[in-house]
């Protein structure tokens, strides 16, 4: 049996460890560059919403001509404006990293995040507005209660996380049982009746769960996640249904809406597989160094760490949530 010297095993783990200097590289650049990210952000919004807002007049005067160009503009602002700051990236992103999921599973939470955040932005102003028939500011405190409450959500998923992780970190650090204690079990690990389990001591690896074989998430956890990301109406779809609604085309502000959902849906599925895929490198290199005991350690502690994040995301995100003085909702 060979024995790799421990030079060969660090050569070979180089794409770790640039992965890592580039990890903080980037990490670094955005917490110095961020006050600056956050105001070209505004700046680029407010464009985009000054583009969006002329379509709405142009569909109002020529709706066939000018229908097809809103479609296509409202999906090229939803592809846009995922890419700025925003607590549903945090959330899939922290989620993701921490646990082992299937393509499938990865594109169906971020797509239906994306596709509940604006059903529930059409909802809202539907109902306040042309059912209920309130004013702005009541509807603007509706849209703020709804993102506090996403914000708890956001919290509540990193507490379950964390909960979840320290009881796989217990696991990891028990210390297995020894044979010579499996009081009043005759059988032998060779025995064609023996059971193999997680506590049977026979010192065996034993298959992994049909859970760990598909990757797959509980649907309660599964919902969590979307819930907490989606929960939270997005404001630029309730400012384009808002201007619709006063200019008479509320139907075009609905599918202006719908369809930036799905732009959205599509940017945020793409930064989920990207983090997926930079996990399942991570999980490879890990399982490459051959420490057995010291990998069981990784997953835990990672999602240890991304509970932590949530937690106080959306701490910060409940604190600073507020009214604007005149009834709406500050951008950021």
Known sequence: MSVISPSIRTARR?????????????????????PQIMLQSVLWQKNLHQQMTWLLQQVAEQPHQAGLSLVVFSLLYGVLHALGPGHGKVVITTFLATHPTRVKTSIRLTLLASLLQGSVAIALVTVMLVLLKTSSRQLHLSSFWLEKGSYLLVMGLGMVMGYRALRALWRALRPPVAPQFRAFQPLTPHSPHHQHSDRCGCGHAHLPTPQQMS?????????????????????GAIMMLLFAKVIGVYFWGVISAAVMALGTALTISAIGLLV???????????????DTGKSRLVMPLLTLSGSLILIVAGLALWQAAQLAPAGGIRPF
């Open 215 to 235: 990757g797959s998430i509980s649907m309660k956890t599964q919902l969590l996640v979307v819930v907490s990301m989606g929960l939270r109406p997005c404001s």
């Open 14 to 34: 180089w794409p770790l460890w640039l992965l890592a200097v580039l990890f903080i590289s980037v990490a670094g650049l955005t917490w110095l560059c961020w």
């Open 276 to 290: 997926q895929q930079a996990r399942t490198v991570a999980q490879r290199l890990a399982r490459s160094r051959g």
